[in-house]
């Protein structure tokens, strides 16, 4: 037992440093925001390096229900890097109203999404996500004043309760068909006949949580949750639970479903394609920006469970570097969101006003043309390359049929992206002022630096993303 | 020049000018854009004075394995180099086209344009699949921002039909590609160039570059962006969309559907016939009726290269390179021709063809210049627009007959819409106050003028400047086509060898046809 806690020290990290966060700004108060947002990013700074150092070990602890190895690795560096940047941004845009629950919640979301990432075992995978969601819950009404705010809370759980239900009852068909809630147990019985009742628990298990990576037809609270919540905690949404949700349905269903393929796979294809199709066709008529970027989300999700579907090392490889880019664009794109202020400091969020915004504020129209320019997958920007993967995972798994349907409606996604781009570029100046937002470095800083390394620059990081993608899917075969 | 990475170094010299110009300011960006491209056709010239004709087939190569999957491959061969050249000669003219045009966001625009040149160089040098398909999708990118930008009133929609168009055809090969990789295992072009595709994989492979390239070409009936796009883009931006940009899908042709899917391309030679019949003829008549000077051009410019794709499938040696010949004429004289609307139109701001008439009267270098380019798209003898269709008239003649008469018909129509145009635009009564009051052509007119005549009469004087790179290459093609070659209807039979003045006596016929124009 002992030995175990070893194997765990980022998640012991987070939980002593969520802690000690909360205790900060209950004695502190919340106006010291220097202090315990400090411990926040020291926190997640700590847990990173922890996974750092358990780089290579690969084991299971606690009786085979968390697994500590190169796949969830991977995850939980992505997840604690965007939370770190998401914590990193928020008191700007928060000014007075910054408490000291924001940061502490989501050191315990990220917590919760770590757990998400090694679940081993059923249960682990319902603790991971609840105590994900739960934290996620209260920050999309973290503006409580702000009707918006609470309306996207309130959806958001009573939708994610369904959720939960849904994902419960999987596990309970699953559970009581294979006799155990252990994922090497289950891919046992799979291995066998399938009956009814374990066909019922895959959908329903994959159900609950398409609705987390908010994949169609499971998708309809994302636009609605991303439209209200806080701009920062849409960009947290919007990444680190995302690249939780995924790894784990990545998991779930090449360690536990892996054997009954036939059974999955055409949910994912089904999942995939749809997503794909109506988070591009969805994202058309939008006029808000934050509604667009969820449609992209979805959209995306889309791509990342083609790799899936194609069930391979080489597929899982595909959803791991697609995860990294995502990530690294959806920030970028959401920073660049976070910098639309008019003369009042009120934030931006309709399209319109985004016209002519490349004459206004030259930088920041040319790189959010580099992340919609990626999001759409247009080489040379790097966006391309995971794009290339899971398609070619996917024509190596010998469903051409749905490489090339995903590609032909990754055109009508093109479409919504490049409109943007007219907006910035073509369109004359809006009347609405955009004014310079003096003194953001950080977030001039991470805006750069994802913008550079999105543009070619990405392409010189390929046989380091290869090797380390591969040695973390290489854990799931 | 061994070893030296001149390649590297003509993508190098573009893309550091393109970085600059966004931030020099709007008239050093100028400079600096006209720098760049000038010091890229220099170095064009030293590669092609280094050139060994006859050599080896891939030259100046270049290989470093910078991204894992895929290599930095460059290497060129005489095909590439030609239409190297053509990029980099048209670019620094393009350059000028735009300098007083263009008065908004120029550190932009010549940006835009720089990169524009990486990408179409990058195209023709890459030796890697995946390298080429990235620059061969990147292009998209300048060239959507220079119609949107700059272009005319309904930019936005042109951009956007252009951009979306490409964007559906181009995403079907890289699927195809992927196929390629993971059937051949390896992203090499030339390893590739040799490899035998299962005849039933070839077909479904040329179905889907035929979807990408077709619309790149554009064959009917996938042109329809063409006409907006020319007619909504700035001069400069038609002259290197017709100059270059329509090269991409015949060079595609060329490089990679014909010799990698030699079956295949047999197999569905009639689809290309028949694709390219209907467009000759086709759009030939559209272009009659126009009353928009760039759309009638662009409407030219789908005419041309449906003779271009009925010579390639022709599969014979003068087929091809009468192909390629057109394809650096029509580079040069489409260029030009959309040059000749640009200096007008500067100075009366409408491409209208009834506007004017008479500039012969008070513009008589321009009309001058102008009739020369006419002349050359028509395919008068001594121009380059000659030598390339009798050439690949020949080849198709020699392949299909019916082919031949068809195509031969386009010729006549280009000379019935080309002189008509003239005659609208530059003959008549000098009648509109606002004609006659426009000036004949600057000193920087003539600085674009001059070298683009110099270039299309020297192609039609002595193409073998021209021809000479090209020829072993396009040998190898056809040796390649050679064992999936269907029997032509011309049934040639060598004659007895006549002392002197026999060479060319089989093709009399349709010497005739050619010249007859």
Redesign the interface.
Known sequence: MTADLALIWPELILTIGGLITLMLGTFLGDRQVGIYQLSALLTLAAAAAAVVALFGVETTVFSGTLSVDGFGGFAKLLIYTASFVCILIAPRFFSGGMRAEYPTLIVFAALGMGIMASARDLMTLYVGLELNSLAAYVLASFMRTDERSTEAGLKYFVLGALASGMLLYGISLLYGFTGTTDFAGIAKSMGGELNIGLIFGIVFVLAGLGFKVSAVPFHMWTPDVYEGAPTPVTTFFASAPKVAAVALMTRVVIDAMGPAVGAWQQIIIFLALASIILGAVGAIGQKNIKRLLAYSSINNVGFMLIGLAAGTQQGVEGVLTYLLVYVVTTLGAFLVVLQLRDAEGNQIESIPALAGL??RRPGLAAAMAVFM?SLAG???LFG?WPK?LV??AA??ANL?PL??AG??A??IG??YY??I??MM??DDKSDTEIPAGGGAIVEDAVITASALWLSVIG??F??VL?VLSASAAAVLF | MSGFPILSLMLAVPLVGAIACLFVGDKMSRFVALGATLATFVLGCILWANFDIGGAQWQFTERAD????FQWALGIDGMALMLIMLSVFLMPLCILASWDAIKS?VG?YMAMFLIMEVVMIGVFMAQDL?LF???F??G??PM??II??WGGAN??YA??KF??YT??GS??M??AM??M??EAGTTDIPTLLNYDFPAGMQTWLWLAFFASLAVKMPMWPVHTWLPDAHVQAPTAGSMILAGVLLKLGAYGFLRFMMPMFPDASAQLMWLVFGLSMVAVVYTSLVALVQSDMKKLIAYSSVAHMAIVTAGLFAFNQQGIEGALIIMLSHGVVSAALFFCVGVIYDRLHTREIDRYGGLAVNMPAYALFFMLFTMASIGLPGTSGFVGEFLSLLGIYEASSVVAFVCTTGIILGAAYMLYLYRRVVFGELTKDDVKAMPDLNAREWTIMVPLAAVALWMGVYPESFLAPMRGDVTTVVARLAPAKPAGDAHLAAGKPKPAAAQGETAHGSAHAGGAK
């Open positions: 490349s004459q320019f247009i080489p040379p391309f290339y398609f070619e024509v190596n051409v490489a090339v590609i032909v990754s055109v093109a479409f490049i409109a781009i007219k570029y073509f392409y010189l390929i046989p290869a | 910078l991204f894992g999957r966001r932009l995946l398909y990235i620059f999708e990147a998209l990118i959507y921002f949107g930008i930019r936005k951009a956007f951009f979306l964007l559906l995403v079907l890289l699927i992927i196929v990789i993971a």
